[in-house]
């Protein structure tokens, strides 16, 4: 098997080589290429990416149901045949794009020299998978136009705003202070056949450290001891430190649950020989492709909202 090539290469290529036109990756190096950015961040390698040659259609959902076994007569067939249960969830995937130039006395005069044209494209990179995992979990396509993020959020509905409309939710607004029975009461609004050890708390790191210390100040007034594993894992549930989620807000799910639908109609363009590359003296580059955010089952989602700040006092 043949081994990945890293996302210098595969920008190379789209660059140099004839066979694609515009900037167009073929679908293997669109692969590639989103797998560089699936990379980002632990969340986005945690949940479940699709790659569709539509920018709308549906994925198949299949299951096999509960409860199916039946009493084995001998010699006889009664009839009865289990059958696959089939489904679909729609996605629309909308087109962005991240735009950025560089001039070439830059290129010039700074020390990696040439190198700095793929530094600077690999920070890029990485950054259109940070700035995915955000819409991922922010994005608001209802945002006001008052916002200063307005432009980026209204991309696609992120998972908060999903679940916040569809699935479980524990609005905690009015509490003092944090504490286990908030993780207690979000489990318990999910129904049992999704807590099946898949299930993981997602939470901003301070969220996370803030809950560390009032497990450590429970201890400290009132002494006794607290299990190790409920630092890290509430309710037995592991948790995952999500720099992308607001301080306020915990979300439990199973990351599989969560999708980010791409098509391969990947473009990376580069521009160094326009007349207004030549002109300016700069290349102009723009990364073109499409994303929709799902989630499989709203049901198996559950989140808390306006938890308080910890308070140091």
Not at 30 to 57: S, V
Not at 83 to 106: A, D, F, M, Q
Not at 256 to 271: L, S
């Given at each position: 098997?043949?081994?990945?090539?890293s996302n210098r290469q595969v920008l190379k290529d789209t660059i140099t080589t004839t066979t694609i036109t515009s900037g167009l990756l073929q679908d293997g190096q669109a692969k590639r290429?989103?797998?560089?950015?699936?990379?980002?961040?632990?969340?986005?390698?945690?949940?479940r990416h699709e790659m569709r040659r539509e920018r709308r259609g549906e994925i198949d959902k299949i299951g096999v149901g509960k409860r199916l076994l039946r009493r084995k007569v001998e010699n006889v067939d009664d009839?009865?045949?289990?059958?696959?249960?089939?489904?679909?969830?729609?996605?629309?995937?909308?087109?962005?794009?991240?735009?950025?130039?560089?001039?070439?006395?830059?290129?010039?005069?700074?020390?990696?020299?040439?190198?700095?044209?793929?530094?600077?494209?690999?920070?890029?990179?990485?950054?259109i998978g940070v700035d995915t995992e955000d819409l991922i979990i922010n994005g608001d396509e209802?945002?006001?136009e008052s916002d200063p993020d307005y432009d980026f959020l209204k991309l696609d509905n992120g998972i908060i705003k999903q679940i916040s409309t569809g699935g479980h939710v524990y609005d905690v607004t009015g509490a003092t202070d944090m504490d286990l029975e908030m993780f207690y009461k979000a489990v318990s609004m999910i129904?049992?056949?999704f807590n099946d050890g898949s299930l993981r708390w997602l939470m901003s790191p301070t969220r996370a450290q803030q809950w560390e210390l009032f497990l450590l100040q429970k201890v400290i007034n009132a002494g006794g001891a607290v299990p190790e594993s409920l630092y890290k894992s509430p309710v037995a549930i592991p948790s995952m430190q999500v720099p992308g989620l607001a301080n306020d807000t915990v979300i439990l799910t199973d990351p599989k649950n969560i999708i980010e639908v791409n098509t391969y109609t990947v473009k990376v363009r580069k521009d160094a020989t326009s007349k207004d590359a030549i002109m300016q003296d700069k290349r102009f580059y723009v990364v073109h492709f499409d994303l929709d955010v799902l989630i499989e089952e709203l049901d198996a989602t559950a989140i808390i909202t306006n938890l308080p700040e910890y308070s140091f006092s």
């Amino acid at each position: 098997m043949p081994l990945l090539r890293s996302n210098r290469q595969v920008l190379k290529d789209t660059i140099t080589t004839t066979t694609i036109t515009s900037g167009l990756l073929q679908d293997g190096q669109a692969k590639r290429f989103l797998r560089q950015t699936f990379d980002a961040t632990p969340l986005m390698g945690a949940i479940r990416h699709e790659m569709r040659r539509e920018r709308r259609g549906e994925i198949d959902k299949i299951g096999v149901g509960k409860r199916l076994l039946r009493r084995k007569v001998e010699n006889v067939d009664d009839g009865y045949r289990a059958k696959p249960k089939y489904g679909s969830i729609s996605y629309s995937c909308n087109p962005v794009r991240l735009p950025w130039e560089v001039t070439e006395e830059s290129l010039r005069e700074n020390i990696e020299g040439e190198n700095l044209d793929k530094i600077i494209t690999d920070l890029f990179t990485r950054q259109i998978g940070v700035d995915t995992e955000d819409l991922i979990i922010n994005g608001d396509e209802s945002v006001s136009e008052s916002d200063p993020d307005y432009d980026f959020l209204k991309l696609d509905n992120g998972i908060i705003k999903q679940i916040s409309t569809g699935g479980h939710v524990y609005d905690v607004t009015g509490a003092t202070d944090m504490d286990l029975e908030m993780f207690y009461k979000a489990v318990s609004m999910i129904p049992n056949r999704f807590n099946d050890g898949s299930l993981r708390w997602l939470m901003s790191p301070t969220r996370a450290q803030q809950w560390e210390l009032f497990l450590l100040q429970k201890v400290i007034n009132a002494g006794g001891a607290v299990p190790e594993s409920l630092y890290k894992s509430p309710v037995a549930i592991p948790s995952m430190q999500v720099p992308g989620l607001a301080n306020d807000t915990v979300i439990l799910t199973d990351p599989k649950n969560i999708i980010e639908v791409n098509t391969y109609t990947v473009k990376v363009r580069k521009d160094a020989t326009s007349k207004d590359a030549i002109m300016q003296d700069k290349r102009f580059y723009v990364v073109h492709f499409d994303l929709d955010v799902l989630i499989e089952e709203l049901d198996a989602t559950a989140i808390i909202t306006n938890l308080p700040e910890y308070s140091f006092s």
